[in-house]
C-alpha cells in the first residue's frame, strides 16, 4: 500500500507490537500526531505534560515490563526536552525508541524555527541514532531501533524524522512479526569450566548481581546458583527486584549505601561471583582497595564492562541465563557452615547499628534544626521514621506492584527497606540519579501492567516534574504518591553536614508549597501525616482509591541514609551513626 511516511511511523509501531506511546504534540510532528489519531482504537496516546515526563513514562513503561518504551516529540526544545530521559535509559541499560520530528530537510542546517541537531545532541547517551531522508528507508530504520534497543545490553535509540519524510509518501508491507533481537553471545564451556573450578576451590563466595539479571530474566538460576554453592547474595542498586528480600541468602544491596551485613560479606569474601553488574563508583568506593581480599568472575553481556573499572581473574562475555543454566550442572553442592555462621553475626550487628542510629535521631533535640523542618513541633514518641513509612505503606501494597523512586535519602531508604519479591517491580534512576524521574516513570509502568504505581520520593525531586499529576489524574492512573518531606535537600545536606562543617547552603527549602492544596487543585486526593497512626488511615484511603493519592509525610531533616562509605572511601570507613 502506498501511504505517508507519518501513517508509516504508526503502521511500524503497531507491527513492533506497541499499544501505548507517551509524548507531546508540536509543528514538526503533526502528522504523526494525525496519524495517532486516526489509529486511536489501535494504539494508544498519553499526553504528558512535559516532554521530559514523556520519556521518563516510556523508561518507565519499558521497565516494568521489559519491552521497548516509546517517546515522541517535536523538533527543537520538545526533542530536547527528551535528553534527561534518554540519558536516564542509557545509563540503566533500558530499551526505548525516541521519535522526534525536525524541519524539513531542505531547511536542515540553516538555524530554522525550532530546528536542532538532536542526532548529534544525544549520540554519547544513545546505543545509536538516526535522520531519515527519505521515506523509502523509514520503515526499515524504525525496525531496526527497535532490534538495537533490546539486543544485547538494552539502550535507547533515537530516530529522527524532517517534516518532509512524514508527508512523503511510499509502498509499505507490514512484516508478519516484531523485529527479534540480535543473536546472543554464549559462553565458551572452557570459561564456564574455569569459573566452576574457582567456585569450587572457594571457601567464602558471595555472588554481586546486577540489573543484567532482571533484563537477562536469570533469576531462577540465580538462586539456583546460590543454593547450590551455599553463597550470599548482595546486589547493585539496579539488581533489586530480581531475588525476593526474604529469601535467606540474599543480603540486600551493598555499596556506598548498602547494607552492612551485604557489603562487609562481600568484603571478607574470598571470591566474588559477578552477575550482570559494572562495579560503578557508588558500589566500589576506593578501587584500590575493593577486591584486595578477593577474586572475581565477571559475567556480563557487554564486553565492555569488563575489566572497565576492577580487573577480574576470569572475564566472561556472554549471556547470563545461558551461562548460569549450564554452570550450575558443573557444581556440586555444598555447605559451608563457617561462613554461614560468620554471616549470621553480620545480620544481628547491623540490626544493633541500625537501632543505635535511629535512637541518635530520635534523641536528638529538635531546637537544634536550623532548618525548622516539617517535623518540628511534633512530640519525639509520635513522630515518623523513613523506615516506618516504608513498613506501613508496603503493608497495604500487593506483591505485583510497581515501586518507583526519584532520587535522594527516600530513594535509598526504599532500595535499603521495601520487601521486594518480583523482578521489575523497582523503578529507579541508578545511573544517573535523575530527581524528577519518578512521576513519569509512575505513569508509564501503571499505564503498561495495569497495576498500582507506588512513588516514594522527597519534596526535593517531588518539585522537579509534579507537573504530571495533571497527566497522572488526567489518565486516571492508580498511583500513590509518598512525599518524604523534610523540608531540604537531604542526601546533599547529609554531605555538608559529614564533608563540610554543616555549611547548609541552599539545601534549606524553606517553601511555602502545601502538596495537599496542590493535589486536589490538579483533581488528586491527599494527606498531610505527621504520626504512624495517621499514616496509617491515609494510606487504608489511598489503597482503597482506584485513582492518584498522595501522602505528604512529616520526616525529621536529622534523619540520615545509614550506612555510608564515603567518597572514595572503603569498607573500613564506613559511617553507621551520626553523633
Known amino acids: 500500500m502506498n501511504i505517508s511516511g507519518a501513517k508509516i511511523v504508526v503502521e511500524t509501531l503497531i507491527e513492533q507490537g506497541c499499544d501505548t506511546v507517551f509524548g507531546y504534540p508540536g509543528g514538526q510532528v503533526i502528522n ?22 514523556a520519556s521518563h513514562a516510556a523508561d518507565g513503561y519499558a521497565r516494568a515490563t521489559g519491552k521497548v518504551g516509546v517517546c515522541i516529540a517535536t523538533s527543537g526544545p520538545g526533542a530536547t526536552n527528551l535528553v534527561t530521559g534518554i540519558a536516564t535509559a542509557y545509563l540503566d541499560s533500558v530499551p526505548m525508541v525516541a521519535i522526534t520530528g525536525n524541519v524539513p530537510c531542505g531547511l536542515l542546517g540553516r538555524d530554522s524555527f525550532q530546528e536542532v541537531d538532536i542526532v548529534g545532541i544525544t549520540m554519547p547517551v544513545t546505543k545509536h541514532n538516526f535522520i531519515v531522508k527519505d521515506v523509502t528507508e523509514l520503515a526499515d530504520t524504525l525496525r531496526t531501533a527497535f532490534k538495537i534497543a533490546k539486543s544485547g545490553r538494552p539502550g535507547p ?9 512524514q508527508i512523503a509518501k511510499c509502498d ?16 565458551s564451556d572452557s570459561k564456564l569450566r574455569r569459573a566452576a573450578e574457582m567456585i569450587k576451590n572457594s571457601q567464602r563466595p558471595f555472588i554481586y548481581f546486577g540489573g543484567g539479571v532482571i533484563s537477562g530474566k536469570a533469576s531462577e538460576e540465580l538462586v539456583k546458583l546460590a543454593e547450590k554453592i551455599d553463597s550470599p547474595m548482595g546486589c547493585s542498586l539496579m539488581g533489586l527486584s530480581a ?15 548498602g547494607h552492612y551485613a551485604s557489603s562487609v560479606a562481600q568484603d571478607e569474601a574470598d571470591l566474588v561471583i559477578t552477575l550482570g553488574a559494572r562495579f560503578s563508583d557508588r558500589a566500589t568506593g576506593d578501587k584500590k582497595r575493593f577486591n584486595k581480599n578477593f577474586s572475581i568472575i565477571h559475567i556480563d553481556i557487554d564486553s ?10 576470569l572475564s566472561v562475555q556472554g549471556d547470563i541465563k545461558d551461562a548460569l543454566h549450564r554452570l550450575i550442572p558443573m557444581l556440586e553442592e555444598v555447605k559451608r557452615p563457617e ?38 513541633g511534633v512530640p519525639a514518641e509520635k513522630r515518623l521514621n523513613p523506615y516506618k513509612i516504608i513498613d506501613i505503606v508496603s503493608s497495604k501494597a500487593d506483591a505485583a506492584d510497581v515501586v518507583i523512586t526519584d532520587v535522594g535519602q527516600h530513594q535509598m531508604w526504599t532500595a535499603q527497606r521495601y520487601p ?12 544517573l540519579g535523575t530527581m524528577g524521574y519518578g512521576m513519569g516513570a509512575a505513569i508509564g509502568a501503571a499505564a503498561a501492567t495495569g497495576r498500582r504505581s507506588i512513588l516514594f520520593t522527597g519534596d526535593g525531586s517531588f518539585g522537579m516534574n509534579l507537573n504530571e499529576l495533571a497527566t497522572s489524574v488526567t489518565q486516571n492512573i492508580p498511583l500513590v504518591i509518598v512525599v518524604m518531606n523534610n523540608g531540604v535537600l537531604g ?16 539545601t534549606t527549602l524553606d517553601r511555602k508549597t502545601d502538596f495537599v492544596k496542590l493535589a486536589e487543585a490538579f483533581g488528586a486526593k491527599a494527606a498531610r501525616v505527621t504520626t504512624a497512626e495517621e499514616l496509617e488511615k491515609a494510606a487504608d484511603e489511598a489503597f482503597s482509591f482506584g485513582g492518584t493519592y498522595l501522602i505528604d509525610c512529616a520526616v525529621d531533616c536529622n534523619e540520615f541514609v545509614l550506612p555510608m562509605l564515603p567518597p572514595g572511601g572503603s569498607i573500613e570507613d564506613i559511617i553507621t551513626e551520626i553523633k
Open 32 to 53: 504523526l500526531f494525525d496519524e495517532l489519531y486516526v489509529n486511536r482504537n489501535r494504539i494508544k496516546h498519553v499526553l504528558a505534560a512535559h516532554e521530559q515526563g
Open 157 to 165: 535509540v533515537l530516530v529522527d524524522i524532517p517534516k518532509d519524510v
Open 172 to 187: 509499505f508491507e507490514p512484516k508478519q512479526e516484531p523485529v527479534r533481537p540480535y543473536p546472543l553471545s554464549f559462553v
Open 243 to 257: 531475588v525476593p528480600y526474604d529469601h535467606p541468602k540474599f543480603l540486600g544491596m551493598t555499596g556506598m549505601h
Open 304 to 313: 565492555s564492562e569488563l575489566d572497565k573499572n576492577i580487573t577480574s581473574q
Open 339 to 376: 561462613w554461614e555462621s560468620r554471616l549470621a553475626e553480620l545480620r544481628e550487628e547491623e540490626t544493633r547499628r541500625l537501632e543505635s542510629a535511629e535512637k541518635a535521631v530520635f534523641e536528638k533535640k529538635c531546637e537544634d534544626c536550623e532548618s525548622k523542618c516539617t517535623m518540628c
Open 420 to 431: 521486594l519479591k518480583k523482578p521489575r517491580t523497582l523503578l529507579t534512576s541508578g545511573g
Open 491 to 506: 542526601m546533599v545536606r547529609q554531605w555538608q553536614t559529614l564533608f563540610f562543617d554543616k555549611h547548609y547552603s541552599n
